[in-house]
Every structure is written in C-alpha cells, then in structure tokens.
C-alpha cells in the first residue's frame, strides 16, 4: 500500500509540475489541480490506512487515523474553491485578451 | 467579558458581518456603514483584548469546543499574537473609512465590502489561531477575499493581477500542505504548542527540515520576500487603493508572522535556527537593496509603493534573522509603523489618482496636480519622511531599534544598510513629490471630485503621534519579544502544563 501510494503521489506531482510550467494558462490552471491532488493524496498517507476499521466505531480492531481524512476533506473542498475561482478568472482573462498564451497576458508592466 | 469572547470576536464579528452584509446589498450606504460598525466593534474588542493580557501577561486561550489542547483547535492570545491583531484592526478599520468616502465604482459593488470584512476575519484568524492547518485555512481564506476585491478593480488590468495572485498563492498553498503533512508524519500533531514540544524532543526527524524548507517558501510567497516578490508589485499597483493598501501593509505581514512563529518556536535545535535565520537575513539584506533601487525605477506612485515594501519587509526579516530579544521587539515594533505608513501613503496615492483627470496612478498622468490638492502634499511629504526614517515620526523609532538591536549583537553594517535604504527612499519619494507637486502642469487640467482624505490624514497622524509618544508601542514590542525568547511559556499556556 505504502509503495502504491509513494508511486500515485509521485505521478501526480509529476504531471501536475509539468502541467504547471506550461505556457497555455488552460493547461497550467489543470496542473494545479492535478497538484493539489497530489497533496491531498499525500495527507492521506500519511495515517489514513494505518489501522483497518474507521474510527469511533465499536469494533475491536486497530482503528485507522481521523485526522488526515479531516484534514484533505477540508483541503479539497479549499481546492475546489480556489479551482473555480481559477476557472472565473480565467474565463475573464480569455473575454478580455483573447487568448491563453501565458506570454500575452502581460500588460501590467509599469 | 470572557476570555471565550475576546478571543473569538475578533474572527467571529467580521466572519457573521460578511454574509449579513450581503443582505443588506440593496440598499449600499446602510451597507457600508453596517461593514464599518462591524470593524469599529472588532477593533474595540481587540483593544480590550490587549488591555486584559495587560492584567494577565501569560496570554489568553480558548479551546475550541472544549476539546483538550493538542486535539482540537485551540485560539492563542499571547503578546504576539495580540500585536499583531491591533495592528490588523487597526489598519483594517481605516481601509473602511476609505472605503466609505471612495468615489470607486469596484467600492459600490455588492459584494466590496462582505469581501473586506473577509479579508478582515481571516486575517485576524491566521494570527490568533493556534494550529498550523487552521492557519493554512484562514491564509487560503485571505488570498481568496484578496483575489476577489483585486479581481472587481476599476483598473483594467486588475483581473490579470488578481489571476497572477491567485496561481502563486495556490502553489504555496500547496507548499504549505506539503509542510502539514511532513510535520504530521514525523511527530503526529498540528497543534503549534504541542508541534514546539515534539519537535524538541526529537529534532533530528528528517521530515522536520523537509517542513521547515516548505514552510519557508510558503511564508516568503505570503510575505512577498524578495525571490518570490514578482507577483506583488503588479497585484499591489491594479488593485482598488483601500485594498491595495490593506495588501501592501497589513496581508504581507503574514509572512513576517510565519517567521516569528518559525524562528521562535517551532524550529529551535541550532543547526536548522542558523540555516533559518541565514536564509532570512540574505533575503532581508538583497530585499532592501532591490526594493530600493527597484522602486526608482518605476513610473507609477502605487508601484514604487509596492516595491519599497519589498524593502521594509526586509529590514523586518533582518531584525528576525538576528533573533536577540531586542532585535525581534525591533521587527515587531517595524511591522506596526510599517503598516501605518504604507497604508497611509497608497491611500494618498490611491487619493491622488481619483482625483486625476483620467484616473491612474502613474507620474505622467499625476505631474503638476498636485497644485490644487495642498493638504495631500503635506500628508505625502509627511509619509515620505516617515518612509525614510527621519524623526520626529515613527519610521525613526522602528529604524533606531533596528540599530539599536544590531549595535548588540556586533553587526554594525546595519547603519550602513539603514542609510542606503534611507536614501534611496528619499530619492524615490521626492522625486514624486517633486513631479507631483513643484512641477508645472502645462495642460492646466482640472481636478475632479474624488475619495476624501479623511483616512490617509488619521493614518499620518497616527505616524506623528507614534513617532513622537512611542513609549506604549515599544513596551508591548518589548513584552512580545521577551515572550518569544522563551518558548516554554507558549506551549506551557496552550498544552496547560
């Protein structure tokens, strides 16, 4: 479990760091997303799988960590909120400069 | 009141403030003075908060939901803490007045001012919080509300500066993430307090330096420290001027306040403290010099703010890099005046540009006005002054202390760094008073109507009073910093042992 999730987080921050230093300010946007998935994927492992049954149950087995599943909960809801915010923005940027080429957004120079 | 009150209002007045402003959308003067009651109550209650830790010196807690301290979320009013909360709330319910007598159509938009009692609450939020993913939330929660109030700006280029913002700020989002999931594996806690204990118990964890490089990047983002600055000078000059100088005074003071808290408690075994404070040094130093020379470069008055921030912020993160008791009430007492005089100096820029012609802040377009608006000469002149570090106003008192601090610890270079910056300051700052104010107009043009210079003037005023009566604010600096020299009072007053 451990290797797979090293692997699945590993990918991700792959793809997402490529995505990112793209010029395309579409593609970049998803790179971020593909990131910050990558995280949340990261705080799950750290604790979430370390027991077998949820927490605050009456089961007798070793019970797996709350915390990081509360913690990415809260973490992909704020992504997802900063991922539309992204979305609006850029719908405005394409409206007002006609394009998604990184390299022409760039009239606030002085 | 009790502790449960004072501590929580500060977040909470703001927090319900903003949806209930909401609905007061139709009808946009009742809307504006519910927004600056709710700021005047908030800045009260702050007042009354650092008037009971002046009874009761070990700070004040509040468990969140009566969970027990390494569990839940626990709010700390420590001196620290505290002092930065006035000076948020201080600053914050000028930026209102401003808002208030703004002639900017962003200003009337319904959602303005829901979004500036946002900015407000979660800034008060990331400083009085206890648990580090708490302060990832409130941080998140300050960029969005930034974003969206830079975003409606009545300047073109605003949404482009927001979008930069925005994309910058989420990959330190992210950073600081990576960090609560480092910190969380290694030591199994979020708690700040309880994070200070483990982390001394047990430093040599590998995650704890992988942390602490996160940790570093993310602050410098939020903090607009020089390499990671780029996205600053745009965001600060196409943003609506009463939010322009909230971000340019009091949002990049977070970062200054993610050092603190580094540098003081978390990462305390030597090794790491000296890399910590070398890198902010560094950066400090190479901040000032940039700022300086980068801000004389500019053509427009809210840029060549934006970049002499870049330069104070430096000062301030040389005073944390040093890290004596006096070096750290020097940042503390620099982040204050800071924040009171850029705030002051963007809004008489902000002042200046609606009053212009066509409305923009840059130098071709403000050369020769200044003719027929006296009185925001004097306030400049004023600002300027105090930007400079030339007494009798405040930016004396928080460069004197800085000295002070650096005669202490043997590195006097810091009078010669003090004097470069001050004279680059003056260079960059007469030389708009000069286009502003001495040069002839030859279009002859007319001064519009525009925002009121209510809130630059008590701001500027303040500088006055501060620089000439600082004795108050240097004592609760002087509190705050020997609080901080001792960790074990921290984690003693949230972990209650």
Same mark, same amino acid.
């Given at each position: 479990m451990n290797l797979l999730m090293a692997l699945a987080v590993g990918t991700l921050f792959g793809i997402g760091m490529f995505q990112i230093l793209r010029r395309n300010v579409i593609r970049s946007a998803i790179g971020m997303v593909i990131l910050s998935n990558g995280v949340n994927l990261f705080l799950l492992s750290t604790?979430? !799988?370390?027991?077998?049954v949820a927490a $605050? %149950?009456?089961? +007798?087995q070793q019970i797996s960590d709350p915390v990081p599943q509360a913690l990415i909960l809260t973490a992909i809801v704020i992504s997802m909120g900063g991922f539309s915010m992204v979305l609006a923005l850029l719908y405005v940027l394409s409206v007002r $400069?006609? %394009? +998604?080429d990184s390299d022409q957004i760039n009239e606030l120079k002085y | 009141m009790s502790p449960v009150l004072l501590i929580t209002l500060p977040i909470l007045l703001p927090l319900l403030g903003a949806p209930l402003a909401i609905f007061l959308r139709r009808n946009h003067r009742l809307q504006s003075y519910f927004a600056l009651g709710v700021s005047t109550l908030a800045l009260l209650v702050s007042l009354w908060l650092a008037w009971t830790l002046r009874s009761q010196p070990s700070g004040l807690v509040v468990q969140l939901g009566s969970? #027990?301290?390494?569990?839940g979320i626990s709010l700390v009013a420590d001196p620290v803490s505290v002092f930065f909360l006035l000076m948020v709330q201080l600053v914050m319910w000028s930026g209102f007045v401003y808002s208030l007598g703004s002639k900017e $159509? =962003?200003?009337? $938009?319904?959602t303005y001012y829901p979004f500036f009692l946002m900015l407000s609450a979660s800034l008060s939020g990331a400083f009085l919080t206890g648990d580090l993913f708490n302060l990832f939330v409130f941080a998140e929660l300050v960029v969005i509300s930034g974003t969206v109030l830079t975003a409606i =700006?009545?300047?073109?280029?605003g949404v482009e500066a927001a979008y930069k913002y925005f994309y910058i700020s989420l990959l330190a989002s992210v950073m600081l993430l990576l960090a609560v999931g480092s910190l969380y594996i290694a !030591?199994? %806690?979020?708690?700040m307090a309880d994070l200070a204990r483990r982390i001394s118990e +047990? #430093?040599?964890?590998?995650y704890a330096s992988l942390a602490m490089i996160f940790l570093l990047a993310a602050f410098m983002v939020k903090g607009a420290v020089?390499?990671?600055?780029?996205w600053q000078p745009d965001f600060h000059t196409a943003a609506p001027t009463p939010v322009s100088a909230m971000l340019s005074s009091i949002v990049v003071k977070l970062g200054v306040y993610g050092f603190l808290r580094m540098s003081t *408690? *978390?990462? *305390?075994?030597a090794d790491a403290l000296a890399v910590l404070r070398g890198v902010l040094i560094v950066v400090g130093v190479t901040g000032v010099v940039l700022g300086g020379l980068a801000a004389i470069g500019t053509f427009n008055a809210k840029r060549m703010l934006a970049y002499s921030t870049l330069a104070q912020i430096g000062f301030i993160l040389v005073g944390i890099g040093w890290g004596t008791e006096v070096s750290l009430a020097a940042a503390l007492i620099f982040s204050f005046n800071h924040s009171l005089i850029k705030s002051a100096m963007l809004m008489i820029a902000g002042y200046l540009s609606s009053r212009? #012609?066509?409305?923009?802040?840059?130098f071709t377009n403000l050369t020769g006005l200044g003719k027929q608006l006296p009185a925001a000469g004097v306030l400049f002149f004023l600002g300027s002054m105090a930007l400079a570090g030339l #007494?009798? *106003?405040?930016g004396f008192i928080s460069k004197f202390w800085l000295f002070k601090s650096g005669v202490e610890v043997d590195r006097l270079w810091i009078l010669g760094l003090i004097g470069f910056s001050g004279l680059l300051t003056l260079i960059y700052t007469l030389r708009a008073f000069q286009k502003i104010w001495w040069q002839a107009d030859e279009t002859e043009r007319q001064v519009k109507k525009g925002d009121s210079l209510l809130a630059p003037a008590f701001l500027i005023s303040l500088c006055i009073l501060f620089g000439l009566w600082p004795e108050r604010l240097v004592e609760l600096a002087h509190a705050a910093a020997s609080w901080m020299i001792d960790p074990a009072q921290y984690i003693a007053l949230v972990l209650g042992g």
């Open positions: 604790g979430a !799988y370390d027991g077998v $605050y %149950t009456t089961a +007798s $400069y006609k %394009t +998604s | 969970w #027990p301290a390494p569990f $159509y =962003s200003a009337s $938009y319904p =700006s009545d300047d073109r280029y !030591y199994g %806690t979020l708690n +047990s #430093p040599d964890n590998p020089m390499p990671f600055h780029f *408690l *978390l990462f *305390l075994e212009a #012609p066509v409305k923009g802040a840059t #007494p009798p *106003l405040n």
